[in-house]
């Protein structure tokens, strides 16, 4: 079985407000698209890293991620104006021998193998596989004039993560169907949902958060010395 991961770093990081990508930023001295690529280099189940990155970002791609380490697996792939598009840009060149695709957000560092590896094996037997937390927050639906809708049942409710892991085909359909449908979703696993193919849930860990406003910087700097600190 032949596996990739499509990398997905190409965008801006607005809410982050910083005046670099937010993962050309540094964790303790190391940027946070380095500790993503280490995960996935060091995993042996994963034969090739599809990186997508901003067309403006390939010398800062090189110069402060890919030159200091000794990455085997790499393709560069140029993004687009979206996740939705990027991720397709990077399916486009996934290897033809590819059997499972995992897609992975740039922005989560903090990914840790066994997850990954419990992701292959589950989508090799249900072919779709998403990595989710249950909710801790009850969450409400709100109305736009600012007024509460109603309380979906919190014990229904889980928190979506990545990496979200399909067999190739099927993610290449679901693209395909989206863009001549000109849906666009936040995730993958919402374009497979629509061609009624049922998406197995992978149970996966809080710490896996994804760096999106300048706190998660604090937090993940902390979860990283705790971690550093376990071996
Ligand atoms: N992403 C991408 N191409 C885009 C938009 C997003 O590859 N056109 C990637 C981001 O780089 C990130 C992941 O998708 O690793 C998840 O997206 P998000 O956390 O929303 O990152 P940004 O879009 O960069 O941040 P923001 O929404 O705050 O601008
Ligand atoms: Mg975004």
Request: net charge negative.
């Amino acid at each position: 079985i032949k596996t990739s991961v499509i990398i997905p770093a190409a965008g801006q990081g607005t809410r982050m407000n910083a005046p670099i990508n937010k993962q050309y930023l540094t964790l303790r001295g190391k940027p946070i698209l380095s500790y993503t690529l280490d995960v996935f280099e060091r995993c042996s189940l994963i034969d090739e890293i599809i990186l997508v990155i901003n067309k403006n970002e390939f010398k800062i791609c090189r110069q402060q991620v890919l030159a200091p380490h000794n990455y085997s697996k790499i393709k560069l792939v140029e993004g687009g104006s979206t996740r939705q598009k990027s991720v397709y840009e990077g399916l486009k060149k996934v290897s033809p021998q590819t059997d499972i695709v995992l897609v992975h957000d740039g922005a989560r560092p903090l990914i840790k193998e066994d997850i990954i590896v419990q992701s292959i094996y589950e989508t090799i037997q249900h072919k779709a596989t998403i990595v989710a937390v249950p909710a801790k927050n009850t969450i409400k639906v709100v109305e736009k004039d600012g007024f509460v809708e109603y309380t979906p049942n919190r014990d229904f409710l889980f928190e979506i993560q990545t990496p979200q892991t399909f067999t190739y085909d099927l993610l290449l359909d679901a693209h395909e169907k989206a863009i001549q449908e000109e849906v666009e979703g936040t995730d993958d696993a919402f374009l497979v949902e629509r061609m009624c193919v049922p998406v197995k849930i992978v149970r996966g860990h809080y710490n896996n958060i994804k760096i999106t406003t300048p706190e998660d910087l604090i937090i993940a700097e902390s979860l990283i010395d705790l971690f550093s600190g376990e071996h």
